[in-house]
């Protein structure tokens, strides 16, 4: 079943200009989200899955600046929020109403001087044409739907008397209370340990469901992608450098940036190509600020397969079949391939 597209990032280069060069946080990231689906980007920190979030709601401050588009669909009309004022009326009517986000952190999210149920309220008060009562009860009913035991008695308390994964559901309550059309996650779980975190997830899915909202799913960690993603997009240093059904990223994964994710995920073991199981390990090196890289694969100095032809210039994403990118010169026929002249 073919379903509408929601959200579509067309083009997105986000650059800090800073003293000492351009950085390059994401450069020309294009994607579509579509109704109730449960995207997931994946990539180490530093590879620019939180700037794309910020950018996805205008949300990036100077010396920061987002060029390109991104277009949000509402009853059959494109809005580009990237045109509009970033503290405009038309970008907060979007902006925490059908475009939400959850942060790693609630603590962060949520001020420590009011109580949860105030701050729900807030919002829903905020987008809605309600009354002060039915907003606290709207909130009652909210906390009650994540999954927050006694909500009548939890709504008057504040963050720091909730546990970490009840400070998180109460998160998740406030970003669906609008029911938006696309909720945003940023790493909603690196925070929490192992038991309360499976417990998100799947509250997660459930709400995806029930609502039929469009989830990105924001994460370094590829065992949470694949307890819950439906398509992934791995990022690197700005870049997608693949997109796939979850099922081909962890069993036919092409790019080898992914093919070293995948081997450094814990307790995953994956078949390599030839069939063999290929062992755990790290992965080596780190991110480097991508500011003044020269022309080339943008993962050359990781890279233990490349050869001569990858420093030519960054490679294209390339379609390898129906649903199946990957930005590596591997895939690509038209160009001199390793060992060859
Ligand atoms: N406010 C900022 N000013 C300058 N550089 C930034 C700022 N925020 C993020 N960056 C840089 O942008 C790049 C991407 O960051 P980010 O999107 O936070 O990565 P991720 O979420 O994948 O860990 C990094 O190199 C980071 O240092
Ligand atoms: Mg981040």
């Not at 700037?51 to 949000?72: C, D, F, Q, W």
């Not at 459930?206 to 989830?215: G, I, N, P, Y």
Request: aromatic share 6%; hydrophobic share 40%; charged share 20%.
């Amino acid at each position: 079943m073919e379903r509408n597209v929601v959200l579509s990032v067309r083009d997105l280069r986000t650059y800090f200009h800073l003293p000492h060069g351009v950085l390059k946080a994401v450069d020309g990231v294009s994607f579509d989200v579509h109704q109730g689906e449960l995207l997931g980007l994946v990539g180490e920190s530093g590879c620019g899955k939180s700037i794309t979030a910020r950018s996805i709601l205008n949300m990036v401050r100077s010396p920061g600046k987002a060029y390109g588009e991104v277009l949000y669909f509402e009853n059959g009309r494109a809005t580009n929020l990237l045109a509009l004022g970033s503290d405009s009326r038309e970008i907060h009517r979007i902006r925490g109403d059908a475009i939400t986000m959850v942060f790693q952190e609630p603590m962060n999210a949520f001020s420590m001087v009011h109580t949860v149920g105030h701050q729900i309220m807030e919002a829903i008060l905020l987008h809605r044409q309600v009354s002060k009562k039915e907003a606290r009860e709207m909130s009652i009913d909210l906390l009650d739907h994540v999954g927050i035991s006694n909500p009548q008695q939890r709504v008057d308390e504040y963050p720091f008397q909730l546990s970490g994964g009840m400070r998180q559901r109460a998160m998740i309550a406030m970003a669906i209370a609008t029911n938006p059309k696309v909720l945003i996650c940023d790493e909603p779980t690196t925070a929490l340990d192992v038991s309360v975190q499976a417990q998100i997830l799947r509250l997660l899915k459930s709400l995806q469901e029930k609502h039929d909202m469009a989830v990105i799913f924001i994460t370094h960690d590829l065992g949470v992608i694949a307890q819950i993603a439906e398509r992934v997009i791995v990022m690197y240093l700005g870049n997608i450098v693949e997109e796939a059904p979850v099922h081909d990223i962890f069993h036919n994964p092409k790019h080898p940036y992914t093919r070293r994710l995948m081997a450094a995920v814990p307790d995953v073991h994956i078949e390599g190509e030839n069939g063999a199981r290929t062992r755990l390990q790290t992965i080596d090196g780190f991110v480097p600020e991508p500011i003044n890289l020269p022309d080339q694969c943008v993962f050359y100095n990781r890279c233990t397969e490349h050869w001569q032809h990858c420093t030519t210039a960054n490679p294209e994403l390339l379609q390898i079949n129906e649903t199946h990118f990957a930005r590596c010169y591997k895939y690509d026929e038209t160009v001199p391939q390793k060992g060859e002249a």
